[in-house]
């Protein structure tokens, strides 16, 4: 059988499907790709003619839209006709942890790839390459396969027939674009030898050859969990670290310098934080704990479970360093937030460390004044699940007799006046040509920035008057 990919389907217009089928859709102009979403709203925004209206904020991505949008690039609701026309179907759905049920904490909600595999299962026409882009647990693939080949009859009646392929993706967000224009590998595991070659030869448009590889499905679903993981834990290591250096005198960045300076260790990833977030790291260690206990292997749940761990325990840590220095109190003191997403250059905030710090705060009856360039103030208040304050008075610049703790957002930086502190949370470009002087005379003394992504001028700082505690610096 002759069979060729003319027409592509990716089931799921999120972080990953929309970027992924944007640059694949400028590097293969021969190749038409349809993006479907059964978020209507989602896909409204990825058709707005107003580039920065589009649902995700990414480094590059609105010139690509331009150049592709409605000429091999579609965004669309209508499921139904994409699936049939299409040769091969990427599902990039989301796969967020179980919150209740068998595995709930742990294992990974596959409510939404089970729709996606029903929806090809029903409405695909002939033969087609499904593709796992989405992150799964070990196996998924025979789900899908199982779903897939479930309804004999029509298989046999409409003469359709799959091949399940895992194509994991690796771009990180903020820098999605220059990931998939240069990865550092393409990884796509399966049985059906055709199968993969033709999807490799999608890659091969802009991937040279020796970085596309290939694995048993399974090794495929694994290494993209391992891959995860496996950074997570330098995080963590790296945080942990930086509270022995607050406590003995060492300083953080020069121990990840001097470590990384090892080829065997690399430089990369070494960087102190708030502590990871993001929508994958904590839920695929996760997902990985799971699979171990389900297996039996215990000791090797407890391991990896540990990295989520500390990283908890680090936002905490964190949150508690700040009523410490400002005299064990912050009741009604006015505190900056600086930074709200997960890391700079995107407005995703899922797990973003921010959400359990500025908890924290406001639990402690902090009032905070919250900025992002790129995070909503509707967003905010769904990630804190806490109503922003309306008694803030603009003409006296404080909030009106509320004992509660709180928070508001501000869209610009003219924010310091009588603030007791700033944290920086988020390493935005912004925050590193704050003028520190004029910051010092608007706020009250003592005055104090925690800086906890290593952005902040010291010398600036230190010439101003405020005092300044930096994650994992025990020099000051
Ligand atoms: P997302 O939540 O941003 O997007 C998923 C989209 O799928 C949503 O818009 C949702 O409405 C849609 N959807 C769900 N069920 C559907 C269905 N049956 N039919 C049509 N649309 C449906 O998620 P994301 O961040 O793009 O992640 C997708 C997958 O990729 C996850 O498994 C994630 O772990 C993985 N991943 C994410 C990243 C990242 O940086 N965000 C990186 C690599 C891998
Ligand atoms: C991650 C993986 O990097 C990517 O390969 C995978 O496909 C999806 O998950 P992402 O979560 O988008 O990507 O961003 P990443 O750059 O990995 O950052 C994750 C978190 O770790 C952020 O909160 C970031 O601030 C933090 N981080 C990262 C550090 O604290 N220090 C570092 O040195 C690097």
Same mark, same amino acid.
């Given at each position: 059988?002759?069979?060729?990919?003319?027409?592509?389907?990716?089931?799921?217009?999120?972080?990953?499907?929309?970027?992924?089928?944007?640059?694949?859709? !400028? !590097?293969?102009?021969?190749?038409?790709?349809?993006?479907?979403?059964?978020?209507?709203?989602?896909?409204?925004?990825?058709?707005?003619?107003?580039?920065?209206?589009?649902?995700?904020?990414?480094?590059?991505?609105?010139?690509?839209?331009?150049?592709?949008?409605?000429?091999?690039?579609?965004?669309?609701?209508?499921?139904?006709?994409?699936?049939?026309?299409?040769?091969?179907?990427?599902?990039?759905?989301?796969?967020?942890?179980?919150?209740?049920?068998?595995?709930?904490?742990?294992?990974?909600?596959?409510?939404?790839?089970?729709?996606?595999?029903?929806?090809?299962?029903?409405?695909?026409?002939?033969?087609?390459?499904?593709?796992?882009?989405?992150?799964?647990?070990?196996?998924?693939?025979?789900?899908?396969?199982?779903?897939?080949?479930?309804?004999?009859?029509?298989?046999?009646?409409?003469?359709?027939?799959?091949?399940?392929?895992?194509?994991?993706?690796?771009?990180?967000?903020?820098?999605?674009?220059?990931?998939?224009?240069?990865?550092?590998?393409?990884?796509?595991?399966?049985?059906?030898?055709?199968?993969?070659?033709?999807?490799?030869?999608?890659?091969?448009?802009?991937?040279?050859?020796?970085?596309?590889?290939?694995?048993?499905?399974?090794?495929?679903?694994?290494?993209?969990?391992?891959?995860?993981?496996?950074?997570?834990?330098?995080?963590?290591?790296?945080?942990?670290?930086?509270?022995?250096?607050?406590?003995?005198?060492?300083?953080?960045?020069?121990?990840?310098?001097?470590?990384?300076?090892?080829?065997?260790?690399?430089?990369?990833?070494?960087?102190?934080?708030?502590?990871?977030?993001?929508?994958?790291?904590?839920?695929?260690?996760?997902?990985?704990?799971?699979?171990?206990?389900?297996?039996?292997?215990?000791?090797?749940?407890?391991?990896?479970?540990?990295?989520?761990?500390?990283?908890?325990?680090?936002?905490?840590?964190?949150?508690?360093?700040?009523?410490?220095?400002?005299?064990?109190?912050?009741?009604?003191?006015?505190?900056?937030?600086?930074?709200?997403?997960?890391?700079?250059?995107?407005?995703?905030?899922?797990?973003?460390?921010?959400?359990?710090?500025?908890?924290?705060?406001?639990?402690?009856?902090?009032?905070?004044?919250?900025?992002?360039?790129?995070?909503?103030?509707?967003?905010?208040?769904?990630?804190?699940?806490?109503?922003?304050?309306?008694?803030?008075?603009?003409?006296?610049?404080?909030?009106?007799?509320?004992?509660?703790?709180?928070?508001?957002?501000?869209?610009?930086?003219?924010?310091?006046?009588?603030?007791?502190?700033?944290?920086?949370?988020?390493?935005?470009?912004?925050?590193?040509?704050?003028?520190?002087?004029?910051?010092?005379?608007?706020?009250?003394?003592?005055?104090?920035?925690?800086?906890?992504?290593?952005?902040?001028?010291?010398?600036?700082?230190?010439?101003?008057?405020?005092?300044?505690?930096?994650?994992?610096?025990?020099?000051?």
């Amino acid at each position: 059988m002759s069979f060729s990919i003319k027409n592509i389907c990716c089931i799921g217009a999120g972080f990953v499907g929309g970027p992924t089928m944007a640059l694949m859709a !400028k !590097k293969c102009s021969d190749l038409i790709f349809n993006v479907v979403d059964i978020n209507k709203q989602r896909i409204d925004a990825w058709n707005n003619k107003d580039l920065s209206k589009l649902p995700i904020f990414e480094p590059g991505l609105e010139e690509i839209i331009e150049k592709t949008r409605n000429k091999n690039l579609f965004f669309s609701s209508d499921i139904e006709c994409a699936i049939a026309s299409a040769d091969l179907i990427f599902i990039s759905v989301n796969t967020p942890t179980k919150t209740k049920g068998l595995g709930a904490g742990k294992s990974s909600d596959l409510k939404w790839v089970e729709a996606s595999a029903r929806q090809v299962a029903k409405f695909a026409k002939g033969h087609t390459i499904v593709v796992e882009k989405s992150t799964l647990p070990v196996r998924t693939a025979e789900v899908i396969e199982s779903i897939l080949n479930s309804t004999d009859s029509n298989l046999i009646r409409d003469k359709k027939s799959f091949s399940v392929l895992s194509n994991p993706e690796f771009l990180a967000e903020g820098t999605a674009i220059n990931d998939l224009e240069n990865p550092d590998r393409v990884l796509i595991g399966g049985e059906d030898k055709q199968a993969m070659h033709l999807l490799s030869n999608i890659y091969r448009n802009w991937v040279p050859e020796n970085k596309i590889l290939f694995t048993n499905i399974w090794s495929s679903e694994l290494a993209k969990l391992t891959s995860n993981a496996f950074l997570a834990q330098r995080i963590s290591s790296i945080n942990s670290i930086s509270a022995i250096c607050e406590v003995t005198g060492a300083d953080i960045r020069e121990v990840s310098r001097a470590i990384g300076l090892d080829t065997r260790i690399g430089s990369k990833f070494l960087d102190s934080g708030p502590g990871f977030g993001g929508s994958c790291f904590k839920k695929d260690i996760l997902n990985l704990v799971y699979l171990a206990e389900f297996f039996g292997l215990e000791e090797v749940a407890k391991f990896w479970e540990e990295v989520v761990n500390i990283n908890l325990w680090h936002q905490k840590r964190i949150a508690k360093i700040v009523v410490e220095k400002l005299f064990g109190t912050i009741s009604q003191k006015k505190i900056i937030i600086l930074g709200f997403a997960f890391k700079a250059n995107t407005n995703d905030t899922r797990e973003s460390a921010a959400i359990r710090i500025c908890k924290d705060l406001i639990d402690e009856g902090a009032e905070l004044i919250i900025h992002d360039p790129k995070v909503s103030p509707i967003q905010i208040e769904a990630d804190l699940q806490i109503k922003p304050y309306i008694t803030y008075n603009e003409k006296s610049k404080s909030f009106l007799n509320n004992n509660a703790g709180g928070w508001r957002y501000s869209k610009d930086l003219d924010i310091f006046d009588d603030s007791h502190a700033i944290l920086v949370l988020t390493e935005w470009e912004e925050y590193k040509n704050i003028d520190w002087d004029d910051a010092a005379k608007k706020m009250a003394s003592p005055a104090w920035i925690f800086d906890s992504r290593s952005i902040i001028n010291l010398d600036l700082v230190k010439k101003s008057g405020i005092n300044l505690w930096r994650l994992g610096d025990g020099s000051i």
